[in-house]
């Protein structure tokens, strides 16, 4: 078990210019999340999967925005156009899926930094 | 909607015993977590608690739930400086298709020497 792991830790883009992270989840995780996060607040909700199905999507998830998960294992978010505003610390994280607790185990996070 | 309300800052001496506190608003909130967070890191789990229990211990780890207040609190015994970070607060609601946790804006632990 290697954890959740995170491509890029850090990208530094210009303001308009596409960006994509990557997510690998812990193996056999079904469940599968995207959180934002910026300075001095806590992970803000953006969308997660099970296996490969999106299920729920955050409206703060603009459509510049889009997530993957096309085979149920790794996922990837794609920023377009992206906007100062952007700029935050892209956490993603996984889950068993099970019933119970279902606690989610974070990645150590993409930095995105938009000049 | 949900929300989770915490203090912004904690400072206790080493070897103190810090007492972090979280409100939350949901009352289907089923699960409550504790991550710990250290700067350009990951959130860690720290500890959770169901919400039809009154507390849980975990080695210098005691969770407190008031689930009538709708209240949660940490207490961290014997507080060293490695334990300073910070804590978030987290709920989930127990449908099986709730898969989002809402979180706190964090309690930032400072622990003085």
């Known amino acids: 078990d290697t954890g959740v792991s995170q491509n890029p830790r850090h990208k530094i883009t210009k303001r308009g210019q596409n960006v994509t992270f990557r997510c690998d989840p812990i193996?056999?995780?079904?469940?599968l999340y995207w959180y934002r996060q910026t300075l001095g607040q806590g992970p803000e909700f953006l969308t997660y999967?099970?296996?490969?199905?999106?299920?729920?999507k955050s409206r703060l998830l603009s459509d510049r925005f889009s997530a993957e998960r096309p085979k149920g294992s790794f996922s990837t978010l794609e920023i377009q156009r992206t906007e100062q505003g952007d700029s935050a610390m892209y956490l993603c994280?996984?889950?068993?899926?099970?019933?119970?607790?279902?606690?989610?185990?974070f990645g150590p996070g993409t930095r995105l930094t938009v000049l | 909607g949900e929300d989770v309300e915490q203090s912004l800052f904690l400072s206790v001496r080493e070897g103190d015993s810090s007492v972090i506190n979280c409100t939350y608003t949901?009352?289907?909130?089923?699960?409550l977590y504790w991550y710990k967070q250290e700067p350009g890191a990951g959130l860690q789990l720290l500890t959770y608690?169901?919400?039809?229990?009154d507390m849980k211990q975990d080695q210098r780890l005691t969770v407190l739930l008031n689930k009538k207040d709708k209240h949660l609190s940490l207490r961290i015994a014997d507080t060293q400086t490695g334990d300073s970070a910070i804590y978030f607060c987290?709920?989930?609601?127990?449908?099986?298709?709730?898969?989002?946790?809402?979180f706190g804006d964090g309690t930032t632990l400072t622990v003085k020497p």
């Open positions: 608690i169901f919400s039809n229990m």
């Open positions: 994280a996984s889950s068993p899926g099970t019933s119970g607790t279902d606690t989610q185990y």
């Open positions: 949901d009352s289907s909130s089923t699960y």
């Open positions: 999967f099970q296996n490969e199905a999106q299920l729920e």
């Open positions: 987290a709920e989930r609601s127990g449908s099986t298709n709730a898969g989002k946790s809402t």
């Open positions: 193996s056999e995780h079904n469940r």
